[in-house]
């Protein structure tokens, strides 16, 4: 146990592992009528159960903490500008070919996500940019059959040859992001938008393909978001995931729109509530309910991200890094000195009013590199 794993008495590698245990019973239920998709969360069932003993050995023999889930950025272009866009403003994604991040092969993306279901991680978000605009990668990753990738995705490149792709690879899920109802949605990421992102969802239910949505929530919008009406209008589109996204206020002159401590609580009980009320759909926020886990889950503790390049950094929104996946291994990445810095430096726990610890601490973990 980690200092604030034992300052807060909670075992993470347990807590994440019932968390998916549970994750999976559910999305088993719910596919249930579906013979295609309950074979295939039943076969995934299996296989996590196998990666939490993966995750055990790797502590046993190396003492290693195994993440159950990564954030993988693949793509770094996409056909939108939403306002406030963070891969836009830390530069993962970029219209100009000259400005824009190295990327990895989709070999090389095949072989990281081979040693992570080795090591026993089952899950990788895939975002970017827009992840679906580099169909090599996908395609490639697909291949790794014992985890499940959701796709961040704006969910306008879904047409018959992904509804092809998808219906063939059920370890890929589509989790298309909105900011909520049309005008909300429209008014950040452009006329239509929403419109596009309905008609998606509308081909992957006729599909009855297992999908969901992420929605980032604001001071703004997150009553609406969280209502009876607006969950109503997600369950019959035929979500059964929903990931809240607190804001993070990477453009200046948007802190406003990032929630209190006292508005992540009300979130939090909101979410139990639409738990109860909605059965058969399954609820994340993200950071996620940190009094719960004993703090922000980054730098490896629970999850850490890669960016288009293979740098190792500690989260999406704490672009620092001082490892490459590709040449240290996801191994060598989890040992780097920065994240044993952040973690011994115990900033994973240091006191935050919005969203994100070290994207507020910014400058503390530019420090440590
Ligand atoms: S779809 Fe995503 S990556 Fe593309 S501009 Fe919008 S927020 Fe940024």
Not at 23 to 28: D, H, N, P, Q, V
Not at 320 to 329: A, I, L, P, R, Y
Request: negative net charge; aromatic residues 8%.
């Amino acid at each position: 146990m980690t200092d604030i794993q034992e300052e807060n008495k909670i075992d993470l590698a347990v807590y994440m592992s019932d968390g998916i245990a549970r994750l999976m019973a559910k999305a088993y239920k719910n596919v249930l009528s579906n013979p295609r998709e309950a074979k295939f969360a039943f076969r995934m069932q299996q296989t996590f159960s196998k990666s939490e003993k993966r995750r055990k050995k790797v502590k046993e023999q190396e003492d290693l903490d195994v993440p159950t889930f990564l954030i993988s950025s693949i793509s770094t272009t996409c056909n939108l500008h939403c306002k406030g866009c963070y891969a836009r403003s830390n530069g993962i994604a970029n219209d100009v070919v000259a400005d824009r991040k190295a990327t990895l092969t989709p070999q090389q993306w095949r072989d990281i996500f081979t040693e992570a279901a080795e090591m026993g991680v089952n899950f990788s978000l895939l975002a970017g940019g827009e992840p679906m605009m580099r169909r090599d990668i996908l395609e490639a990753v697909s291949e790794v059959k014992d985890m499940i990738f959701p796709i961040f995705t704006n969910g306008t490149l879904i047409g018959p040859t992904y509804l092809e792709f998808l219906r063939t690879h059920l370890n890929m899920v589509p989790i298309i992001s909105i900011e909520g109802n049309d005008t909300a949605t429209d008014e950040r990421r452009g006329r239509g938008v929403f419109q596009r992102a309905m008609q998606a969802m509308e081909r992957l239910k006729q599909e009855q393909l297992f999908f969901g949505t992420s929605i980032t929530v604001t001071t703004e919008n997150y009553h609406k978001v969280t209502s009876v009406e607006f969950m109503d209008q997600m369950a019959a589109c035929g979500c059964k995931i929903v990931f809240f996204v607190e804001y993070v206020p990477t453009e200046v002159g948007t802190e406003h729109l990032a929630l209190d401590e006292a508005q992540v609580m009300e979130l939090e009980q909101r979410m139990e509530q639409l738990r109860k009320t909605y059965e058969n759909i399954i609820f994340f926020s993200f950071p996620g309910d940190e009094k719960e886990t004993g703090g922000c889950m980054a730098s490896g503790r629970g999850f850490f991200h890669i960016g288009p390049d293979g740098s190792a950094e500690p989260c999406p929104f704490s672009p620092f890094s001082d490892s490459n996946v590709v040449t240290m291994g996801l191994r060598g990445a989890l040992q780097s000195p920065l994240f044993s810095k952040i973690r011994d430096a115990r900033a994973l726990g240091w006191e935050h009013t919005g969203g994100c610890t070290l994207y507020e601490h910014r400058e503390e973990i530019s420090k440590l590199l």
